[in-house]
Structures are given as structure tokens and as C-alpha cells.
T-cell receptor, first 114, second 115 residues
Framework: DARVTQTPRHKVTEMGQEVTMRCQPILGHNTVFWYRQTMMQGLELLAYFRNRAPLDDSGMPKDRFSAEMPDATLATLKIQPSEPRDSAVYFC????????????FGPGTRLTVL | AQKITQTQPGMFVQEKEAVTLDCTYDTSDPSYGLFWYKQPSSGEMIFLIYQGSYDQQNATEGRYSLNFQKARKSANLVISASQLGDSAMYFCAMREGPSGYALNFGKGTSLLVTP
């Protein structure tokens, strides 16, 4: 049963600290997405990749957020320095990039910045 | 401008009854895809059903069906024979353009199924 995996599942950190979230997309999927969910904003796109190349990161605060895909099995989202307003659930999703192109979501990382 | 509108913040339905969750969308792209996801209290996002803009028939997946009215730009989710386990948040989402693009999500509808 192929699934998107994310680590850590929960992270509590203090303001100013670096946070790294990791995602393993489903094997064979060539598109990877990072979404953030908050009560106020709902689900919003942060960045996404196709064949490991960044296609759109306009949803990310560039001064503190960075997203990379060092290889086809790993996507990372870093926040440095973190701020309380970054507290949210961060979801990674992956898809085939063709056909119906359903995006399958990971379980999310719940981030709390104190 | 909001791309996906879900006008019902919360809905109640009795067990075994059918319920319709509303979704309207806004796009000028002729090629798009519409998705519904379920988010139970545990937090995961579960894919339910997909409708492509060129699909002639309404999509169905088990107890889920999508009432696709292209001219009205609506893509309502119908859940038949509701079960207690259907209680969750439901999100409508749209992918504009061909495959491989990101999703725009609505704000969601909270569904509570009562015994």
C-alpha cells in the first residue's frame, strides 16, 4: 500500500529555531507539493516540484522558507528562523503528473512555534 | 478572487440518509480537474473522487458521487447512505490546466452524521 510519508509528525520549537520537515513521495510519482493548513487561511500551496525541479514557490515567504528535492525519494521544507505565525499543519502530497493526476497526501507535520 | 467556494460551513445528516455538499468553482481554463477530499478528526487528507472537465458522465466511487454541472460551474458531492464514520471536514479542490499543477482548495464543509 503506497503512501506518502512525512517526518516528524509533530514538532514543537521555539521562535528563531530552524525547522526541517521531510517527505517521501510515492515511488514513481513525479510531482511533489507542499501545502500548509491553518484555521484562518485554510489549505494553501507553498511550493511544488515536477521531476525534482521547482515549478512554483510563490506561496512561500522567501526570506525564511526553502524547499528542495535532493533526490526523487526526498523532499524537504525548511524554515529558518521560525516564527509563531508559522504554526500550522504542513502537508506533502505527490502525484503522477498525468492523467487524473490525483494528489495523495501525507499525514502532515503539525508545527508549533512558541 | 476565490477559485473554489463552499458555502456550507457545517451540515448535519442523519445516519442512512443522503447528503449533498455544495461546491462552485471559477476558472476560464477549458481543462481542469475537480477533486473532493475528506479530512477526519485525525487530520489526514483522504482522496474521495475526481471529475475532469471533459468527462461526459458524473463520477461515482462507491457511496460518493459528484453532481457535475459544467454550465453552472458546480461540482457537488453526494454521499448516499451516510454512516457515522462520514463525520469529517470535506474539501473541494480544483486543478486548473493539465495534469501536474497544484490544487486550489475551498474552505471546507464540516459534516456531522447523527444516529
Amino acid at each position: 500500500d503506497a503512501r506518502v510519508t512525512q517526518t516528524p509528525r509533530h514538532k514543537v520549537t521555539e521562535m528563531g529555531q530552524e525547522v526541517t520537515m521531510r517527505c517521501q513521495p510515492i515511488l514513481g510519482h513525479n510531482t511533489v507539493f507542499w501545502y500548509r493548513q491553518t484555521m484562518m487561511q485554510g489549505l494553501e500551496l507553498l511550493a511544488y516540484f515536477r521531476n525534482r525541479a521547482p515549478l512554483d514557490d510563490s506561496g512561500m515567504p522567501k526570506d525564511r522558507f526553502s524547499a528542495e528535492m535532493p533526490d526523487a525519494t526526498l523532499a524537504t521544507l525548511k524554515i529558518q528562523p521560525s516564527e509563531p505565525r508559522d504554526s500550522a499543519v504542513y502537508f506533502c502530497a505527490s502525484g503522477h503528473g498525468q492523467g487524473t493526476d490525483t494528489q495523495y497526501f501525507g499525514p502532515g507535520t503539525r508545527l508549533t512555534v512558541l | 478572487a476565490q477559485k473554489i467556494t463552499q458555502t456550507q460551513p457545517g451540515m448535519f445528516v442523519q445516519e442512512k440518509e443522503a447528503v449533498t455538499l455544495d461546491c462552485t468553482y471559477d476558472t476560464s481554463d477549458p481543462s481542469y480537474g475537480l477533486f473532493w477530499y475528506k479530512q477526519p478528526s485525525s487530520g489526514e487528507m483522504i482522496f474521495l473522487i475526481y471529475q475532469g472537465s471533459y468527462d461526459q458522465q458524473n463520477a461515482t466511487e462507491g457511496r460518493y458521487s459528484l453532481n457535475f454541472q459544467k454550465a453552472r460551474k458546480s461540482a457537488n458531492l453526494v454521499i448516499s447512505a451516510s454512516q457515522l464514520g462520514d463525520s469529517a471536514m470535506y474539501f473541494c479542490a480544483m486543478r486548473e490546466g493539465p495534469s501536474g499543477y497544484a490544487l486550489n482548495f475551498g474552505k471546507g464543509t464540516s459534516l456531522l452524521v447523527t444516529p
